[in-house]
């Protein structure tokens, strides 16, 4: 019985940590704030996504190339903007930026 409860408060605390918590820090923005110069932009669309609807003063790095660019070369003090397609792509893509800076990161869904 004690095994069993184990079993099951260590599952709910691993849901809460890997799901809840990461979506407490990942936070919508909406598109007119984002012209602001607060934000570095970074678009992890597809190449063909981004160049057949290019979001205004983005850098194109796409998700699959997104954690060899955090080690070559990302170096931005402001805080991190992340044009997606979607909700997944924005969470996998703020789980690395977090890995690098212990930031919020925001993301816009792009149309």
Request: hydrophobic fraction near 45%; proline fraction near 5%.
């Amino acid at each position: 019985m004690e095994l069993l409860f184990a079993i099951t408060a260590s599952l709910g605390i691993l849901a809460v940590t890997r799901f809840a918590i990461p979506r407490w820090k990942l936070k919508e923005i909406d598109q007119q704030i984002v012209l602001d110069e607060r934000f570095c932009v970074i678009d992890i669309r597809d190449y063909i996504s981004a160049h057949r609807s290019p979001f205004p003063g983005a850098e194109n790095i796409p998700l699959s190339y997104l954690p060899r660019a955090l080690k070559e070369q990302f170096d931005c003090q402001k805080e991190v903007l992340v044009v997606s397609d979607d909700i997944r792509g924005a969470r996998i893509a703020a789980n690395l930026f977090r890995k690098k800076r212990k930031k919020n990161i925001h993301y816009v869904t792009a149309a």
